[in-house]
């Protein structure tokens, strides 16, 4: 799968409509091959882009868990963390 795409469940402050539209915009990128669609495909593109949108949202909604919320400050440093020892 696209590495760009980011976990969105299970956050506090919950994804926000911008992020769910960007991962559902990273995954039809993917499934499509390319990052721009030709004018020729500019509807379809723009109709999977929200279909994928709203079944992500609706996912987010019906999940459920009993762990507690990770915060996003805390998550995005151990990423850096990561990166910083993987890259330096």
């Given at each position: 799968?696209?590495?760009?795409?980011?976990?969105?469940?299970?956050?506090e402050?919950?994804?926000?409509?911008?992020?769910?539209?960007?991962?559902?915009?990273?995954?039809?990128?993917?499934?499509?091959?390319?990052?721009?669609?030709?004018?020729?495909?500019?509807?379809?593109?723009?109709?999977?882009?929200?279909?994928?949108?709203?079944?992500?949202?609706?996912?987010?909604?019906?999940?459920?868990?009993?762990?507690?919320?990770k915060?996003?400050?805390?998550?995005?440093?151990?990423?850096?963390?990561?990166?910083?020892?993987?890259?330096?």
């Amino acid at each position: 799968m696209c590495r760009n795409i980011r976990p969105l469940f299970n956050f506090e402050p919950p994804a926000t409509p911008e992020e769910v539209r960007a991962a559902a915009l990273q995954y039809v990128r993917k499934v499509a091959g390319s990052p721009q669609p030709s004018k020729a495909n500019e509807q379809a593109y723009a109709a999977a882009v929200a279909a994928v949108g709203a079944a992500t949202q609706d996912l987010l909604d019906a999940l459920v868990t009993s762990a507690p919320p990770k915060d996003r400050e805390a998550e995005a440093a151990k990423a850096r963390a990561r990166a910083q020892s993987r890259y330096a």
